[in-house]
């Protein structure tokens, strides 16, 4: 079978409402996968799924039920669970001096907790035994800013920071148990979906440019090969999913263009 393949595989992907989520149900479906997206956003969710004949389950990802309960449903709806992808995600832009704890907490519930909460829950429903039990593929979207610091986003480099080293820990544990579940972490620059141009805007907002035209000069300037797109995200989601991943496991795929290789 072509090695990029996903045909006869279930694949669940967080945050798929928009951005680089729908980008990535796009492709896994693309790649034959039957796919489940969830997201907070029922109305862009349920849109989303509809174009791609794919199953739409609301959830919250800082919620255990909500885990619970997508998984059951999944593998009730399916037969099975090979491969989830932990996208959703948010960011606060704020200076260090000025972060609220309860942003801070926010920003590190959903991109943090719900990683770990996502991570936990695709390891136990796809290992030996559990309610898949066939393996599968584990992918975590962290960023550049989960390699290096950044500006105006410590709270989100925090949580970044804490996707990449929970990746890492679940794939060898895995791999050591004979789970037969791989873990990876995915860590792109700028790309420009409403994150991404909020991140651009906050540039601004925190003073660290002195108009919009400044930011993306100073963006661009950071980025070698200039902003990447949502497909190249997707991409790479497929690869580390499919067999062409099959010895990868525990990795950190930079997608930056050679921003962080300086
Ligand atoms: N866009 C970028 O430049 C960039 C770069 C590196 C990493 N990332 C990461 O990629 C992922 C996707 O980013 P994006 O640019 O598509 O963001 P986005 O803001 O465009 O989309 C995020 C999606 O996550 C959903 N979501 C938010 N909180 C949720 C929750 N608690 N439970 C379930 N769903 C929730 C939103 O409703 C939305 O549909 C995020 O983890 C982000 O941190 C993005």
Known sequence: MDSSSLEGKVALVTGAARGL?????????????????????????????????????????????DWSHVMARTVEAFGGLDVV????????????????LADFRRVMAVNADGCFLGTKWAMRVMRPGGAAGRGGAVVNLSSVAGLVGVA??????????????????????SARLGYGVRVNSLHPAVIKTDMGEAVVRSLVDLGLAADVAGAEALMLQMHPMGYGRPEDVAAAVRYLAAGSGRWINGAELVLDGGLTAG
């Open 21 to 65: 989520g729908a980008a990535i149900a796009h492709e896994v479906a693309a790649a034959g996968a039957r796919v489940v997206v969830t997201d907070l956003d029922e109305g862009r969710g349920r849109a989303t799924a509809e174009d791609l004949g794919a199953m739409f389950l609301q959830q919250d990802v800082t919620r255990e039920e």
């Open 85 to 100: 992808v932990n996208n959703a995600g948010i960011e606060t832009a704020s200076l260090m001096v000025d972060c609220d």
């Open 152 to 173: 105006g986003l410590g709270a989100y480099c925090a949580a970044k920071g804490a996707v990449r080293l929970l990746t890492k820990s679940a794939a060898i544990e």
